[in-house]
C-alpha cells in the first residue's frame, strides 16, 4: 500500500462529521474514484482501508468507519460504540451497531 493511498483514506475519515458513519467499501469506493480522476489509476478496496485504519488510523474517528452491516472493529467494539453514541449516531435498536441508513455519509463533490 502506498502513501498516497493512505494518505487519501485517512484524510477522508477526518472529513466524517459527528454523528455519522461510513463503511470501508464506501472509504474505499470514495478514495478509489479521487485517485483514478487525479492518477489514472484505480487502488485499493475495503481490505486496504482496514490496513490503513490498523496501522495508521488513531489519529483520525476510527469508529466512525464499520464494517458493510454497520459494526466497529470486533477488538475495539465497546470503546466505538460508546464514541459512537456519545456523538449521537445512529445505533440499531440493540445499540450495537450503526444504523447505517440513517448514519452514512458521502462527501461531498
Do not use: C, K
Not at 502513501?3 to 475519515?13: H, N, T
Amino acid at each position: 500500500m502506498d502513501d498516497d493511498y493512505a494518505e487519501a483514506v485517512l484524510d477522508l475519515v477526518a472529513a466524517i462529521p459527528p454523528g455519522r458513519a461510513m463503511t470501508y467499501g464506501t472509504v474505499a469506493e470514495v478514495v478509489g474514484d479521487l485517485l483514478e480522476q487525479r492518477d489514472g489509476v484505480r487502488r485499493g478496496g475495503p481490505r486496504q482501508v482496514g490496513q490503513v485504519m490498523s496501522r495508521a488510523g488513531s489519529g483520525v474517528p476510527w469508529w466512525r468507519v464499520v464494517n458493510a452491516a454497520g459494526s466497529p472493529p470486533a477488538r475495539h467494539v465497546t470503546r466505538a460504540v460508546a464514541l459512537l453514541a456519545d456523538e449521537g449516531t445512529p445505533l440499531t435498536a440493540d445499540g450495537t451497531r450503526v444504523a447505517l441508513r440513517r448514519a452514512i455519509w458521502f462527501p461531498d463533490d
